[in-house]
């Protein structure tokens, strides 16, 4: 291997790594290895096919929407909207970056996944040993262990939020499920390893939206492989094996638990400060309320916010206590509130598009990447923060045109 070929295998792990990297220096590796996979392909002369630029501007163009919205937001709204076009702008490069980019960059970057993996263990290992300082040495252990400090403490010292985190983990079990081979006893055990390192992991943030997206794949894995299903019976046990254990000995997964099942025995705390279920009702009620005064033209992605706090203010007045104020919790609300019915019918298109190439290629794990963002997408704006939507707009990215059209050199 030759200094060139080392330099893109470097910058292929470095994309693949920098989302777990603090948020200036992400945007600074992110911007960097695009940019150097566009200048070898421009040396090289592996020139795009012409529909690749076609498909990258409906890939990114519910970005567009925020751009024509800045004129038409009222003064004391856009300048949120123009923060929000610059939190999204990797929404609308990233599908040209890999539409131009050639076919051997792509396969080498999507090749170099495992990087990804290793970066969500060595982050959530150091996350954990920070909560471990925090609990037992810091306070003495005698403060509460708690789902919500757990939370509080993992995303101050990472800067990953929860949720977002728990995508990561859950994209990361279905590239250790796909991407490694285990041939020998030692590849098995470090296979598995990795494999319930992140599980444990997941469990112990308890996203719900990413653990149930988690929960579908399985089944579709299982279906595939029910052939040979009888050789994974040893994996199921000590799965079995692990949620129990993780439901006796780790606290702040019995605490949400406990939550999820009192939604199905109508037992849930009513004080939504104290029962992350009860949050949900809230916010899935206010924001369907919202969409059917606005179903039409939405309020500008501006004036969401404003409207919602409204709402919120008047909650907590009824109900004789602060319930807090939020974004809608939900990208296909969010994209209906803000730009109406052409927000949430571009939303929409654009995943049928995705979901339709995963169909014509045949990429199991880029399906599995869309089932866990259409997932959360009911129960996160992940395209509000940056670490969603760089994720989001790599992956997405990567994997459509990975199984385009071959690039033909000139």
């Known amino acids: 291997m030759n200094a060139i070929q080392k330099a893109d295998l470097l910058a292929a792990r470095l994309l693949m790594m920098c989302f777990l990297m603090p948020v200036r220096i992400q945007v600074l590796v992110a911007i960097g290895t695009c940019v150097y996979f566009v200048v070898r392909t421009i040396v090289t002369k592996e020139w795009a096919p012409k529909s690749n630029y076609w498909w990258a501007l409906l890939l990114g163009s519910g970005y567009l929407l925020y751009l024509f919205a800045v004129p038409l937001t009222p003064a004391p709204f856009r300048g949120f909207v123009l923060t ?18 050639a076919q051997r960059y ?9 990087y990804f993996v290793y970066a969500c263990i060595a982050v959530c290992i150091a996350g954990n040993a920070d909560f471990a300082y925090h609990h037992f040495i810091k306070d003495g252990g005698g403060a509460l262990l708690s789902h919500v400090r757990y939370r509080v403490i993992f995303e101050t010292f990472t800067g990953v939020h929860p949720t977002y985190m728990s995508v990561y983990l859950a994209f990361a079990v279905c590239i250790t499920m796909l991407y490694t081979t285990a041939v020998t006893v030692r590849d098995k055990l470090l296979k598995y390893a990795i494999f319930y390192s992140l599980l444990l992991f997941m469990l112990s943030l308890f996203a719900k939206s990413p653990l149930i997206a988690l929960a579908l794949i399985a089944v579709h894995y299982m279906y595939s492989q029910r052939a040979i299903l009888h050789k994974y019976r040893g994996v199921f046990v000590s799965f079995m094996a692990i949620i129990t254990g993780a439901y006796f000995f780790i606290p702040f997964f019995r605490q949400r638990a406990a939550e999820m099942l009192g939604l199905f025995g109508g037992t849930t705390e009513e004080n939504i400060l104290h029962n992350s279920v009860s949050t949900r009702r809230l916010l899935w009620d206010t924001d369907v309320s919202m969409v059917k005064h606005y ?14 706090h409204q709402r919120y203010f008047f909650h907590s007045l009824y109900r004789g206590y602060p319930v807090g104020y939020f974004d809608p919790h939900n990208q296909f609300f969010s994209e209906w509130l803000s730009f109406g019915i052409i927000g949430i019918v571009l939303l929409l298109v654009v995943l049928f598009v995705q979901f339709r190439r995963v169909i014509m290629t045949a990429n199991v794990l880029y399906m599995y990447l869309l089932v866990i963002l259409s997932v959360t997408f009911f129960t996160e704006t992940l395209l509000a923060r940056q670490h969603g939507v760089l994720f989001y707009a790599v992956f997405t990215s990567l994997f459509f045109f990975s199984g385009g059209p071959t690039m033909q050199k000139k």
């Open 106 to 114: 792509r396969e080498l970057i999507a090749g170099q996944a495992m």
């Open 295 to 308: 179903w039409l033209a939405g309020v500008g992605p501006g004036r969401v916010l404003d409207l919602l």
């Open 84 to 101: 929000l076009c610059e939190r999204k702008a990797a929404y609308f490069l990233l599908p040209f970056v890999f539409a131009i980019t």
